[in-house]
Structure formats: C-alpha cells, structure tokens
C-alpha cells in the first residue's frame, strides 16, 4: 500500500508498505478520504518527531475485521476518531476525556495519509461511527474538527441567548458560525481581517463582521456599543496570531468566558491583568481536540445538514500531492479545508 512519510511541510514521500492486518478486536480500513489539519502544517510541532505519517481525519471502508468484532461488517462506511479515553481515570471520571493518557496515545496506524490503516480495539468499541449513505466521504472526513468546534462550544458553556464574540473565520471559524446557530446564539460578532474570509463568513451566516481595531481597547468599546452590554459573555479566539488573544481578552462581559481554541508557537504569550480578571470575574479556559460525545453530535450536524460541510471543502489532492495540500492549508489564500482523495 501507499504510504505518506512526512519530514517537513515541503518533503513529503510516498513509500510502499505491506498491508497490516487486524488483530483481536481490531478493524482495517481502506482509506476514501483524509482531510488535512492545520496542525498538519506546524512544523516546530512535527519536524523534531519526524519522519512521520500524519492523518488524523480519515473516512473510509471497512476492508476486514479482527475475531470478535460484532458491531461492524467488511463493507462499512466508517468515520474512526484517532484518539479514543480509557474512561477509568481520574480524568475521564471527572468527564476530561481530552486529558486522559490514553487518549493521547491511541492512534490509528499508520496514519489517515495511507491506503490503508488499522484500528485498536478501544477505537472499534468506543469511537467508531457509520458514515450514512447519504454523506460524503469527503464530508466525514469534517467529522473530527467539527467535534473540536463542539468541545470548544461545550466547554465555554454557551447556551441559547449568549452573546458571542468570535475571532477567527478559517475552516474553525466557519464550523463555529454555523454551530452558534445551532445553538442559539444569536447575537454574534465575528472579527476577521482577511477580505476573503470576510465574504466567506457572511455566506455561512454571520451578520456582523468587523475588521478589528488595533487598539483592543477601542474595539472593545465598538463592541459594547453594538451588544448595549459591556462586552460578549462568551468569547472564541480561534485565530494563532497573538494580536487576536490580546484582543479577545479585552472583549469580555463582566462574568464572561475566553476560550482559546487555536494553538500558538510555544515561546509566544500574552500579558494578563490579574486586577482586570478579578474585579470582572472573566473565566479563561481553552480546549484541545474532542472526545467520542463531541464526534457522535458533529455527525448528527453533518449528516442532518445544519453545517455545510460539501461547502467547506474547497480543494481536493491525491496522496502523492499531500505536500502542496500542507503548504496549501498553511497559507492564507484562498481556501478552507483540503481533503486528501483515495482511488
């Protein structure tokens, strides 16, 4: 089979592997489609791990099962989520899926940038979900961020009538847009500096898009001018740059929440305020990839077509191509989510 090695963004080599095979309770499955992450384009994260095979967002067809499988068949339309909980320790028992060893340690093998790959047992009982006939492959490989966006909604305990500020409107912030709808949100404000994005934002449904200030305290003011609050009491930063954390902590309500959904180089900061954060009572939280309860909710949203995710796919590549789709999706041109497509 075809595999994808990575060693840095611009030198990926497709190599020929033999075709593993399940064990006990395991499931192999043939590839369709994998959607390339932007956590696939960092190379201060990947590089010093490489060589590699990446792919974390694959769909695909069942092609055999390990003894004592049960729940799935040869044949199968399947979305398998990469990481899966023990659901014993103290994390998982606290309900921090995200934060259990396990979790950070499953994986599917190779890799979703292969033809082929297998799945644990834990990923077969706990984290494995049939594709309906009517979503695309392509589709479910939006399965797995989309569940990030979830997690991330969850945890900043938004509910219906919440006012939301979000920074950000790559593929995320498009995901975010659609699910805020879904949630109830209603008074949304969306901060994007790209042209681009900002065309992109108000087709997926946001009505107030703003290009934010450089001063965070006059856009802070802007902000509560158009909410007649002191702020958003829920705020989404789902941008990397700096500038936008800055911002997003400047643009909370009294008792509101910051969430930081995107991920920094790990030598960047920002300042905080201690006093600003005590007398405001501002939460700040952040979240790091989904669990089997977020995955299970973004396909019911895919499938039901509350999010639009054939419209989010905007370029398609074969495996032998997965260099471009990383420099692609690392740069800010005019696209949202690449897919990886299998024969």
Known sequence: MKVAVYYNNHDVRVEERPIPQPKSGEILVQTKAC?????????????????????????GLIEAVGSGVTNFKVGDRVVVHHHVPCLVCEHCRRGNFTMCTTFRT????????????????????????????????????????????????RKAGIKAGDSVALIGTGTMGLMFIECLRYWGVRDLVVYEVLDWRIKKAKEFGAKEVLIPDNNPEKEAERLCAILKSNGADKVIIAAKDIRAMKLGLRLANKGGTVTFFATPQPDEFVELYPSFIFFNEITITSTYSADHLDTRMALKLIASGDVSADKIISHKYPLEKLSDAILQTASRHESLKCVIEFE
Do not use: Q
């Open 106 to 153: 499953t994986h599917i093998h190779p890799g979703g940038f292969s033809e082929f790959f297998t799945a644990s047992a834990l990923h077969v009982e706990r984290d494995t979900l049939i594709l309906p006939d009517h979503v695309s492959f392509e589709a479910g490989t939006l399965v797995e961020p989309l569940a990030c966006v979830i997690h991330a909604i």
């Open 35 to 59: 959607g390339v992450c932007v956590a696939d384009t960092m190379e201060w994260y990947l590089t010093p791990r490489a060589p590699l095979t990446l792919g974390h967002e694959p769909s």
